[in-house]
């Protein structure tokens, strides 16, 4: 147990003490303030763009010109020529030109570069406003009338549960909340996997690579090396975790009081973040982050060198991205697709999927339970088949790529147990 342990504190150490394990934490929190600094300094400094006008409707051109926006503002012109002159001396960001035929409102854009989506958005509603006062006029209906019309309708959403007697009680609705939790989890499992796939890989590649193996192997067992090498990963990846949970902590209590804090907080409850949901993704992430590392650490011990380990973690890449895409993408079209209640239960992909059929409320505590069961299952299983060929892999050097590897290392194995 000693041998293990020392392996295990080896690896974490050399991986801790790096300099690119600082910045692995602190890149995420750059990339934050980074993106909120340059959110704020473009809402201070941004230009107003100027949209010239050419109506045959005066009344149109005075409607515009009294709409006034953060993004964009309107100005009568006379001409087109006149819009054209301005535009080409830049008086003008771009000039549209409005011609109204049987009740129907045509707008025409002209400019040198995009005005972005959003303000062409913000125009054609603007457009369409005016084409439904056009015909109510004409229709005698009054612009009272039409605000009455033009309101939207409410819409909201109750969750419901039924108790023992068949009764219907009205709950809270935490799926907002719980999407953001499941996405951003989503996308943290993706970097963390990717990241310490490439790390356990290498670890293991390179000694092998260095022909060191067999002296290591001289003096411990290949089992005590699989379990120390990937223990010692699990921890920097776990103590990366806890110090992200630490600051983030810290930055609550710091940053609390702010107003898009309070904002963000003003609907949420505790048990939106502390309720089971949470405890079934950490439960996910982290089965998810140890599956995949034991997978990469069997393509690792496959390959001949260092240099060939980003070849060899292929599979983990593919399965790792295939999962991530596949909850997103099918989740905003439909969360209940037979194809995420499918996958939802299948190893490797249930980490990314299962939490966010729980955060859409079309998976039930139950099903989730089998999920994690089938996926401890299937981990201890691929740890066990790892842990027992990695030592047929490690001595095997073979020119033939991973699955010439893995059938030499395999042929090994069995003739060892003969």
């Known amino acids: 147990m000693r041998k293990f342990w020392i392996i295990a504190k080896?690896?974490?150490?050399?991986?801790?003490?790096?300099?690119?394990?600082?910045?692995?934490?602190?890149?995420p929190f750059f990339t934050m303030g980074i993106s909120y600094v340059a959110s704020t300094f473009a809402q201070r400094t941004g230009e107003i763009n100027r949209i010239g006008i050419v109506a045959d409707n005066e009344e149109i051109s005075q409607y515009l010109e009294q709409i006034k926006s953060d993004d964009f503002e309107f100005e009568a012109v006379e001409t087109e020529q006149a819009g054209e002159e301005k535009l080409a001396d830049e008086q003008l960001d771009a000039y549209m030109i409005i011609s109204t035929e049987n009740n129907t409102v045509s707008g025409e854009l002209f400019s040198e570069n995009s005005l972005g989506q959003v303000t062409q958005v913000i125009i054609q509603q603007q457009l369409n406003g005016i084409q439904s006062m056009i015909r109510a006029t004409n229709l005698g209906v009054t612009p009272e009338e039409v605000a009455q019309l033009s309101q939207q309708a409410t819409f909201t959403r109750q969750k419901v549960s039924f108790d023992e007697n068949g009764e219907m009680m009205i709950g809270e609705d935490h799926s907002r909340v719980q999407n953001i939790v499941s996405s951003i989890v989503s996308v943290f499992l993706l970097l963390i996997i990717m990241t310490y796939s490439q790390i356990i890989a290498q670890e293991i590649a390179s000694e092998k690579g260095t022909r060191i193996m067999e002296v290591i192997l001289s003096s411990t067992t290949a089992q005590k090396h699989f379990y120390g090498k990937?223990?010692?990963?699990?921890?920097?990846?776990?103590?990366?975790?806890?110090?992200?949970?630490?600051i983030f902590g810290f930055g609550y209590t710091q940053f609390k009081d702010m107003e898009i804090v309070q904002m963000f907080l003003a609907d949420v409850s505790l048990e939106m973040f502390f309720g089971p949901f949470l405890w079934y993704v950490l439960l996910f992430m982290i089965l998810g982050i140890l599956i995949y590392s034991i997978l990469a650490a069997l393509c690792g011990s496959l390959v001949n060198k260092a240099e060939d380990t980003a070849k060899?973690?292929?599979?983990?890449?593919?399965?790792?991205?295939?999962g991530y895409g596949l909850g997103v993408m099918l989740a905003v079209i439909d969360?209940?697709?037979?194809?995420?209640?499918?996958?939802?239960?299948?190893?490797?992909?249930?980490?990314?999927?299962?939490?966010i059929r729980l955060a859409n409320e079309?998976?039930?505590?139950?099903?989730?339970?089998?999920?994690?069961?089938?996926?401890?299952?299937?981990?201890?299983?691929?740890?066990?088949?790892?842990?027992?060929?990695?030592?047929?892999?490690?001595?095997?050097?073979?020119?033939g790529g991973i699955w010439s590897s893995l059938k030499q290392s395999i042929s090994i194995m069995r003739n060892e147990k003969k």
Do not use: H
Not at 14 to 21: I, L, R
Not at 231 to 245: D, E, F, H, N, S
């Open 362 to 399: 079309t998976a039930q505590n139950m099903e989730a339970w089998i999920s994690l069961i089938i996926l401890l299952v299937a981990t201890l299983g691929l740890m066990f088949f790892s842990a027992t060929m990695y030592k047929s892999n490690v001595l095997v050097y073979s020119e």
């Open 230 to 246: 990937l223990t010692g990963i699990l921890l920097v990846a776990l103590t990366q975790m806890g110090l992200y949970a630490i």
């Open 312 to 322: 060899a973690i292929v599979p983990v890449t593919y399965l790792s991205i295939g």
């Open 10 to 27: 080896d690896v974490y150490w050399k991986n801790v003490k790096t300099f690119s394990f600082l910045i692995m934490i602190l890149v």
């Open 335 to 355: 969360p209940s697709n037979i194809v995420l209640r499918i996958t939802s239960y299948i190893p490797f992909l249930s980490s990314y999927i299962m939490p």
